[in-house]
């Protein structure tokens, strides 16, 4: 279980799977004098999966896969929980608590820091650049149900 | 303590009544734009905007939410609390970009009947321009060629099913010719394809073609309105020409999501009937060069139907581009 | 000639007074703030404050938005630089090398080449657009879909020099970053390509997340967790300036970057990206040490940091020339000067020649106040590296989420940056290089739009590319580059077999 040959297995059944969606949603493939909407992703998707196979094949050489240093993942895995959350709270709670909330989980729960500076800093991170881009820059920010 | 109690109470009984009553509006309003910056929507939407802010002293901010050729904008709007605090300033496409979903078998992103019309702002008819160094020096010139040689004459366009687009095809159909389609990303890359001749025609908007027109590089042939431009006094109208099918402007208009309460839409009705007549809103209309064609109530919807069901009618017969070949 | 000068002095003379200095410094500012900040770049501080401008004057509003638009180019490398992070899309191939340098201890020196190339870029392409922009104009009009579809053609043979990895590895990421562009609405036939009902990504992914994402989030992904943390390297005043040797090394490269963007900037359509990249590409092709790049070569940051910097100006050429706007950006500004009754149109430069020598005049003060502006904040800058990793990646994250929504107001683009991030970390963990993916995304649309039309105005008929000058000469270029490459491997592999032919007669008794 190489690096090449995970990738290249991946980017191979990418390619398969645009494939297969094409024919699944019936974009009409049009012909070489006229391409239709299909012609030119079903080129790449056949392109991609051509390379993938042949990184795949040729990936024996590459470091395995665990050699490679997950050691992060978890971290990682927590960095994007709280992006996610960042996501799917911005436009419900409202800019400032989002932020807010996001910070105080990175530096508290993730980063282990004390709870008095992760709490300085969320603040001054939501409500400071909420200023300046609100209100300088007259960005439209949303606000939540507190009006916040 | 008697006394205390007395006043709380008939605070609690007051400040219920005083919420009930609040005023219309007491927040700030969103106008939304569903086009980029400097398009055409937005820069009708921001004097809207400003004058509607002077007329009801309350601010009214314009928000751009592009996407989709205008279908992101309108389906968020669509989307939204009909309380009045959310409007949508659109363009002509409104009654297209549902069609085009119908004909791709899509569910719609928006239907016309999740809107409750306001006031037509703006209507400027399309123009037919060719390259100056093109043989054809009157629009029955260009028909008749387009007649002998159907599929070889090419036109530009906004996109496909874009308002640039339809209004070719209106003609196309009218005149009983066929033109050949390219379709660019927007409105500026269209005038780019004509103004480099790699295009033989364009249906555009005045404002962006007069001053080309008048340098010479391009010709106005005729144009899609019920009465001639103002800028342009010898181009004639296609209904001139005996193609009245050949209708087509490019409007703006104001529009709230449907079931916003009727007092609300009759105070932003009178607002905006107020706001039209203002000399500030005039001056700067009359710098975008576009002329100010207030339609409203009745009137509006009237002509919001026709022209929905001309171009509803142009889509279906354009239908799917492929299943042509 | 003296005609000209007498108009330039006129322009001086109003871009010096004090009103049209102040608007011009409050663009720069901004302009440098926005470029600074990841997510956010020129087209969404210029949407921004577009309204702002309709109290003003025409002249000081075109003024005001020219300079965030150029301050941009210039402060959108220093994030690139110091964090892997791109400060705007266009600032993407900095990343690469910029920040290898910066690991090397010679951050300052990257931040201050780049802020020098920036200048020397901006000021030698005005000139360009001061004497050129009438004919240049009408050369780039002749660019139609045909010449497009050569042109980027020719884009995707900047990819093949990209790598400094495995040929496949490119390519296959190449494959990837195609795929992804073609997600949307086709521009030929109206289908909604692979968008699953989400109308938002009707327009495609947005080069802005996708660059954001697999550059920034996925180095805040790889780097945060890390048991040691990246070293806070704590330069030295002396250490803040180029040495000679750089100095030297940058000075070929910035003079190809400003002319090589300066000409891409001009063709309506191109983004300022592909100037950063195809810069980047010659340079590793004229470069004695091809193997440099990509661990810190000053070339790699000196060509692109000019290219997109002289594209700016570039892009003001057909704005100016015809009043056709090139671009997103030069779109708004042409608005900005629409809405103050100006006519943007060929009779531009003759009927408002105070608008067009002041706005010239005060893009030469603007490049100055930059380059004074931005020089000595190489010093504050370089600071920002030793605040501590944990305190400084949630900032750049909310930086980044605040600039990509702000671009269309829509939490789709956040998703996706978070989607690419997740991406471009797993693709640097199993070795394969990202920048591919961002030129394909790019690239994409642009290439297949121009190819169909193409055919759609040919009907069908591939000659065109042949029979049109323009687009033939620009194939025959790619095909002789192509050629040339493959004599090149050829001749290398008939020298290892020759030198495998003599060691076995030299062995053999």
């Given at each position: 279980?190489?690096?090449?040959?995970?990738?290249?297995?991946?980017?191979?059944?990418?390619?398969?799977?645009?494939?297969?969606?094409?024919?699944?949603?019936?974009?009409?493939?049009?012909?070489?004098?006229?391409?239709?909407?299909?012609?030119?992703?079903?080129?790449?998707?056949?392109?991609?999966?051509?390379?993938?196979?042949?990184?795949?094949?040729?990936?024996?050489?590459?470091?395995?896969?665990?050699?490679?240093?997950?050691?992060?993942?978890?971290?990682?895995?927590?960095?994007?929980?709280?992006?996610?959350?960042?996501?799917?709270?911005?436009?419900?709670?409202?800019?400032?608590?989002?932020?807010?909330?996001?910070?105080?989980?990175?530096?508290?729960?993730?980063?282990?820091?004390?709870?008095?500076?992760?709490?300085?800093?969320?603040?001054?991170?939501?409500?400071?650049?909420?200023?300046?881009?609100?209100?300088?820059?007259?960005?439209?920010?949303?606000?939540?149900?507190?009006?916040? | 303590?008697?006394?205390?109690?007395?006043?709380?109470?008939?605070?609690?009984?007051?400040?219920?009544?005083?919420?009930?009553?609040?005023?219309?509006?007491?927040?700030?309003?969103?106008?939304?734009?569903?086009?980029?910056?400097?398009?055409?929507?937005?820069?009708?939407?921001?004097?809207?905007?400003?004058?509607?802010?002077?007329?009801?002293?309350?601010?009214?901010?314009?928000?751009?939410?592009?996407?989709?050729?205008?279908?992101?904008?309108?389906?968020?709007?669509?989307?939204?609390?009909?309380?009045?605090?959310?409007?949508?300033?659109?363009?002509?496409?409104?009654?297209?970009?549902?069609?085009?979903?119908?004909?791709?078998?899509?569910?719609?992103?928006?239907?016309?009947?999740?809107?409750?019309?306001?006031?037509?702002?703006?209507?400027?008819?399309?123009?037919?321009?060719?390259?100056?160094?093109?043989?054809?020096?009157?629009?029955?010139?260009?028909?008749?060629?387009?007649?002998?040689?159907?599929?070889?004459?090419?036109?530009?366009?906004?996109?496909?099913?874009?308002?640039?687009?339809?209004?070719?095809?209106?003609?196309?159909?009218?005149?009983?010719?066929?033109?050949?389609?390219?379709?660019?990303?927007?409105?500026?890359?269209?005038?780019?394809?004509?103004?480099?001749?790699?295009?033989?025609?364009?249906?555009?908007?005045?404002?962006?073609?007069?001053?080309?027109?008048?340098?010479?590089?391009?010709?106005?042939?005729?144009?899609?309105?019920?009465?001639?431009?103002?800028?342009?006094?010898?181009?004639?109208?296609?209904?001139?020409?005996?193609?009245?099918?050949?209708?087509?402007?490019?409007?703006?208009?104001?529009?709230?999501?449907?079931?916003?309460?009727?007092?609300?839409?009759?105070?932003?009705?009178?607002?905006?009937?107020?706001?039209?007549?203002?000399?500030?809103?005039?001056?700067?209309?009359?710098?975008?060069?576009?002329?100010?064609?207030?339609?409203?109530?009745?009137?509006?919807?009237?002509?919001?139907?026709?022209?929905?069901?001309?171009?509803?009618?142009?889509?279906?017969?354009?239908?799917?581009?492929?299943?042509?070949? | 000639?003296?005609?000209?000068?007498?108009?330039?002095?006129?322009?001086?003379?109003?871009?010096?007074?004090?009103?049209?200095?102040?608007?011009?410094?409050?663009?720069?500012?901004?302009?440098?703030?926005?470029?600074?900040?990841?997510?956010?770049g020129?087209?969404?501080?210029?949407?921004?404050?577009?309204?702002?401008?309709?109290?003003?004057?025409?002249?000081?509003?075109?003024?005001?938005?020219?300079?965030?638009?150029?301050?941009?180019?210039?402060?959108?490398?220093?994030?690139?630089?110091?964090?892997?992070?791109?400060?705007?899309a266009a600032?993407v191939?900095?990343?690469?090398?910029?920040?290898?340098?910066?690991?090397?201890?010679?951050?300052?020196?990257?931040?201050?080449?780049?802020?020098?190339?920036?200048?020397?870029?901006?000021?030698?392409?005005?000139?360009?657009?001061?004497?050129?922009?009438?004919?240049?104009?009408?050369?780039?009009?002749?660019?139609?879909?045909?010449?497009?579809?050569?042109?980027?053609?020719?884009?995707?043979?900047?990819?093949?020099?990209?790598?400094?990895?495995?040929?496949?590895?490119?390519?296959?990421?190449?494959?990837?970053?195609?795929?992804?562009g073609?997600?949307?609405?086709?521009?030929?036939?109206?289908?909604?390509?692979?968008?699953?009902?989400?109308?938002?990504?009707?327009?495609g992914l947005g080069v802005v997340p996708v660059a954001v994402?697999?550059?920034?989030?996925?180095?805040?992904?790889?780097?945060?967790?890390?048991?040691?943390?990246?070293?806070?390297?704590?330069?030295?005043?002396?250490?803040?300036?180029?040495?000679?040797?750089?100095?030297?090394?940058?000075?070929?490269?910035?003079?190809?970057?400003?002319?090589?963007?300066?000409?891409?900037?001009?063709?309506?359509?191109?983004a300022?990206i592909?100037?950063?990249?195809?810069?980047?590409?010659?340079?590793?092709?004229?470069?004695?040490?091809?193997?440099?790049?990509?661990?810190?070569?000053?070339?790699?940051?000196?060509?692109?940091?000019?290219?997109?910097?002289?594209?700016?100006?570039?892009?003001?050429?057909?704005?100016?020339?015809?009043?056709?706007?090139?671009?997103?950006?030069?779109?708004?500004?042409?608005?900005?000067?629409?809405?103050?009754?100006?006519?943007?149109?060929?009779?531009?430069?003759?009927?408002?020649?105070?608008?067009?020598?002041?706005?010239?005049?005060?893009?030469?003060?603007?490049?100055?106040?930059?380059?004074?502006?931005?020089?000595?904040?190489?010093?504050?800058?370089?600071?920002?590296?030793?605040?501590?990793?944990?305190?400084?990646?949630?900032?750049?994250?909310?930086?980044?989420?605040?600039?990509?929504?702000?671009?269309?107001?829509?939490?789709?683009?956040?998703?996706?940056?978070?989607?690419?991030?997740?991406?471009?970390?797993?693709?640097?963990?199993?070795?394969?290089?990202?920048?591919?993916?961002v030129l394909?995304v790019v690239?994409?649309?642009?290439?297949?739009?121009?190819?169909?039309?193409?055919?759609?105005?040919?009907?069908?008929?591939?000659?065109?590319?042949?029979?049109?000058?323009?687009?033939?000469?620009?194939?025959?270029?790619?095909?002789?580059?192509?050629?040339?490459?493959?004599?090149?491997?050829?001749?290398?592999?008939?020298?290892?077999?020759?030198?495998?032919?003599?060691?076995?007669?030299?062995?053999?008794?």
């Open positions: 279980m190489t690096t090449d040959r995970v990738a290249g297995i991946g980017l191979a059944l990418f390619g398969a799977v645009i494939l297969e969606e094409s024919w699944r949603s019936r974009l009409p493939l049009g012909s070489v004098a006229m391409p239709g909407p299909a012609y030119v992703p079903a080129v790449l998707a056949v392109a991609l999966l051509v390379s993938g196979a042949i990184i795949a094949a040729q990936g024996a050489g590459a470091p395995r896969l665990g050699a490679v240093g997950w050691q992060e993942w978890r971290h990682a895995a927590a960095i994007i929980g709280v992006c996610a959350f960042m996501a799917l709270a911005f436009e419900r709670l409202g800019y400032r608590l989002t932020v807010a909330i996001a910070c105080v989980l990175l530096l508290s729960l993730v980063e282990r820091k004390a709870a008095a500076s992760a709490l300085i800093f969320a603040a001054s991170m939501a409500f400071g650049t909420y200023y300046l881009f609100d209100t300088l820059l007259r960005v439209q920010l949303p606000r939540g149900p507190f009006g916040f | 303590m008697r006394h205390c109690f007395a006043v709380l109470l008939l605070l609690a009984l007051v400040a219920p009544m005083a919420s009930a009553q609040e005023a219309y509006p007491s927040r700030p309003i969103s106008l939304v734009a569903p086009f980029p910056p400097g398009g055409v929507a937005d820069l009708t939407a921001r004097p809207v905007a400003a004058a509607m802010e002077k007329v009801l002293k309350n601010p009214v901010g314009v928000v751009n939410k592009t996407g989709a050729a205008g279908a992101v904008g309108m389906q968020y709007v669509a989307a939204s609390k009909p309380d009045g605090y959310t409007l949508l300033l659109a363009l002509s496409s409104i009654s297209i970009i549902p069609e085009a979903d119908k004909i791709f078998d899509r569910p719609p992103a928006f239907t016309v009947d999740q809107f409750a019309p306001i006031a037509l702002i703006s209507a400027d008819p399309t123009i037919l321009v060719v390259p100056a160094d093109k043989p054809w020096k009157t629009a029955k010139e260009f028909i008749e060629d387009a007649r002998k040689r159907p599929g070889q004459i090419s036109f530009s366009s906004s996109g496909i099913y874009g308002t640039l687009h339809m209004a070719m095809e209106l003609l196309s159909h009218a005149a009983g010719i066929k033109l050949r389609h390219i379709p660019t990303p927007g409105a500026g890359p269209a005038l780019t394809a004509i103004l480099g001749g790699h295009v033989d025609a364009l249906a555009s908007g005045p404002a962006v073609v007069l001053p080309h027109i008048k340098s010479g590089k391009l010709r106005a042939l005729a144009g899609w309105g019920d009465k001639r431009v103002a800028a342009l006094p010898d181009v004639p109208t296609f209904k001139e020409l005996g193609y009245p099918d050949a209708e087509f402007y490019i409007w703006a208009g104001v529009f709230a999501p449907k079931g916003t309460p009727e007092p609300i839409l009759a105070k932003l009705r009178e607002t905006l009937r107020t706001a039209v007549a203002e000399p500030d809103f005039k001056a700067a209309m009359d710098k975008l060069e576009t002329p100010i064609a207030f339609k409203q109530g009745e009137e509006f919807q009237k002509f919001f139907d026709a022209d929905g069901k001309r171009l509803a009618a142009g889509v279906r017969k354009v239908g799917k581009v492929e299943d042509k070949k | 000639m003296v005609e000209t000068l007498g108009n330039l002095a006129a322009g001086f003379s109003v871009a010096l007074s004090p009103p049209i200095l102040f608007y011009a410094f409050v663009g720069c500012v901004i302009g440098t703030l926005v470029g600074v900040l990841p997510g956010v020129p087209l969404a501080g210029i949407s921004l404050l577009l309204p702002a401008t309709f109290g003003l004057d025409a002249t000081r509003a075109i003024v005001m938005l020219a300079g965030i638009y150029y301050g941009a180019m210039y402060g959108g490398s220093t994030t690139s630089i110091l964090m892997r992070i791109p400060g705007e600032s191939m900095t990343c690469i090398d910029g920040y290898a340098m910066a690991r090397k201890g010679r951050g300052g020196a990257a931040l201050s080449i780049a802020a020098v190339g920036s200048y020397i870029a901006g000021t030698v392409s005005i000139v360009g657009l001061m004497l050129l922009a009438p004919p240049l104009a009408a050369f780039a009009l002749r660019f139609g879909p045909p010449e497009y579809t050569a042109l980027y053609v020719l884009g995707l043979l900047v990819l093949a020099y990209m790598s400094s990895g495995s040929m496949l590895k490119s390519l296959a990421m190449a494959a990837l970053g195609l795929l992804l073609m997600i949307g609405i086709d521009q030929m036939t109206g289908y909604f390509r692979y968008a699953y009902g989400v109308v938002e990504l009707g327009d994402g697999l550059f920034g989030i996925a180095e805040i992904l790889a780097t945060a967790g890390q048991p040691t943390p990246p070293t806070v390297i704590k330069p030295k005043l002396r250490e803040l300036l180029p040495s000679r040797q750089e100095w030297r090394e940058a000075n070929w490269p910035i003079w190809r970057g400003t002319v090589l963007g300066f000409f891409i900037g001009i063709l309506p359509g191109s300022h592909i100037s950063s990249f195809v810069s980047y590409a010659v340079e590793k092709r004229v470069s004695r040490r091809p193997e440099e790049f990509g661990h810190g070569a000053v070339a790699g940051v000196a060509g692109p940091e000019s290219a997109n910097n002289s594209a700016t100006s570039g892009a003001m050429v057909p704005m100016l020339a015809l009043g056709v706007p090139s671009g997103p950006i030069p779109a708004v500004m042409l608005a900005a000067i629409m809405v103050h009754g100006v006519a943007p149109g060929p009779l531009l430069i003759q009927q408002q020649p105070a608008l067009f020598w002041g706005f010239i005049a005060s893009m030469y003060v603007g490049n100055v106040m930059l380059l004074i502006l931005n020089l000595p904040l190489v010093g504050l800058f370089v600071n920002i590296l030793r605040v501590p990793y944990p305190y400084l990646y949630p900032a750049i994250l909310v930086f980044a989420t605040l600039g990509v929504y702000a671009v269309n107001n829509s939490v789709v683009d956040v998703w996706i940056m978070l989607a690419t991030g997740v991406l471009g970390w797993i693709l640097r963990k199993l070795d394969f290089e990202t920048a591919p993916v394909g690239l994409a649309p642009l290439l297949e739009l121009s190819l169909r039309q193409s055919l759609a105005m040919s009907d069908g008929r591939y000659g065109i590319f042949v029979q049109r000058p323009i687009a033939a000469t620009l194939l025959a270029v790619g095909a002789a580059l192509v050629l040339l490459n493959l004599y090149a491997v050829a001749r290398r592999s008939v020298d290892w077999r020759a030198k495998m032919a003599l060691a076995e007669k030299g062995e053999a008794p």
